[in-house]
């Protein structure tokens, strides 16, 4: 270390920090307990107090939602799925709209919030959000808030980080519904297709798909053909395989055609949902076979996070902690390498991050015989 970085990394170190806040923003998924609960052991092992905001932004709102947490408050919910501060993807911070498109959060809102954190005393905030809140915490960054990002969701698409917290819960949760609609799948000789989340991108249909044993995984980077679809189908009837498995990522659409959206209404993103049944219907007209269609949805937000997202949580919590500690401001938590460091926020919100339609993952499944439709 040459001396000025030397000097800079021990004037970082003689940063006293009294107190700091977080809040989570976005869906919920399974590991934000286990973050809130890295977060509150790091911060006490150094003698700071946490502040936590209830309902992501809007516990910033005066005169400030909030409570006060201690190791002694948090232990038991490491373990635990949902979050104890809440959350929220609507709201008056939503920095995401329609298809994804990022908006200016209202200037008079920041500041308003920036009362409540000053007031509280609160010195620096851990935002645990997916890319609509981490847009919304690089605002509050450049407004003058020191801001540490956690990468959460269960659609794996932030960029600069390998993974995000609560990805493994969800593909795990669609493998073991892929494993038991086999069965009855089986038992009817019929064609199941299972739409799962992941909104823009296909990692939960990719990954879920591999694992659960799909024999047609279809997923937005790759635009697919009905008739490619049916074809797959009755080759496998003409190989005696009666049974086909398909796996629809919300956000798949055919060549040429649009998203299904279930709902445009209110602040934040468009919803998605609909591509299943479309699928469904369009399989039994083409082949003939009895379809049905099932749709997770929210199933797969729900229940207890993995042995995997408990750990990696942890290590994210533990990690915000540090980078407040040495004075890494506008940075998110990132895995990369089998190692947790840290990104500058905007690395990981300017594009999501995309299924490779070339890469190893999608050659893998190709190389299993699996189809995509294209
Ligand atoms: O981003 C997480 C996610 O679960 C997406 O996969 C899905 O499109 C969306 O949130 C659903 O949002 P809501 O909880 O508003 O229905």
């Not at 298809?99 to 008079?108: K, L, P, S, Y």
């Not at 915490?137 to 993974?163: C, E, H, S, W």
């Not at 379809?291 to 997770?296: G, N, Y």
């Not at 500058?344 to 919100?349: C, D, T, Y």
Request: aromatic residues 6%; proline residues 3%; contains cysteine.
């Amino acid at each position: 270390m040459t001396n000025s970085a030397g000097a800079r990394s021990s004037l970082r170190h003689r940063m006293i920090m009294k107190r700091i806040g977080i809040l989570n923003g976005g869906g919920d998924c399974p590991g934000l307990n286990a973050v809130t609960h890295g977060v509150v052991g790091a911060a006490n092992t150094l003698g700071w107090e946490v502040v936590g905001f209830r309902d992501g932004f809007e516990g910033l709102l005066p005169p400030g939602d909030y409570k006060l947490l201690k190791r002694s408050k948090t232990q038991g919910i490491l373990k635990l799925g949902g979050t104890i501060l809440g959350t929220t993807n609507r709201g008056h911070f939503s920095s995401k709209q329609g298809a994804g498109e990022t908006v200016g959060i209202e200037r008079q809102l920041i500041e308003d919030a920036k009362k409540t954190i000053h007031q509280l005393g609160v010195e620096a905030l851990i935002v645990v959000g997916g890319d609509g809140t981490l847009s919304t915490a690089l605002q509050f960054q450049r407004a003058g808030v020191p801001v540490i990002g956690v990468p959460k969701t269960i659609d794996n698409d932030l960029q600069a980080t390998a993974m995000t917290f609560g990805f493994d819960s969800a593909v795990s949760t669609v493998v073991d519904a892929l494993d038991r609609l086999h069965t009855t799948a089986e038992s009817h000789k019929r064609v199941m297709v299972v739409e799962v989340m992941g909104r823009h991108t296909g990692w939960i249909a990719l990954f879920s798909g591999i694992g659960g044993g799909a024999d047609i995984i279809l997923i937005p980077e790759i635009p697919f053909h009905y008739s490619s679809i049916a074809k797959a189908i009755r080759k496998r009837e003409s190989e005696g395989n009666h049974t086909t498995l398909v796996v629809v990522a919300e956000g798949a659409a055919p060549e040429g055609g649009h998203q299904s959206v279930e709902s445009n209404e209110g602040a934040g993103e468009y919803r998605l949902g609909g591509i299943g049944d479309r699928v469904a219907c369009e399989i039994e007209r083409l082949t003939g076979k009895e379809t049905r269609s099932c749709t997770l949805g929210h199933l797969q937000r729900g229940g207890s996070p993995t042995s995997w997202d408990r750990v990696l949580a942890t290590r994210f919590g533990v990690k915000a902690v540090h980078l407040i500690r040495d004075g890494c401001f506008g940075h998110m938590v990132s895995y990369q390498s089998y190692q947790v460091g840290s990104v500058p926020i905007e690395e990981a919100v300017e594009k999501l991050k995309l299924v490779d339609p070339n890469g190893e993952v999608v050659g893998t499944a190709r190389a299993v015989g699996i189809s995509f439709g294209d």
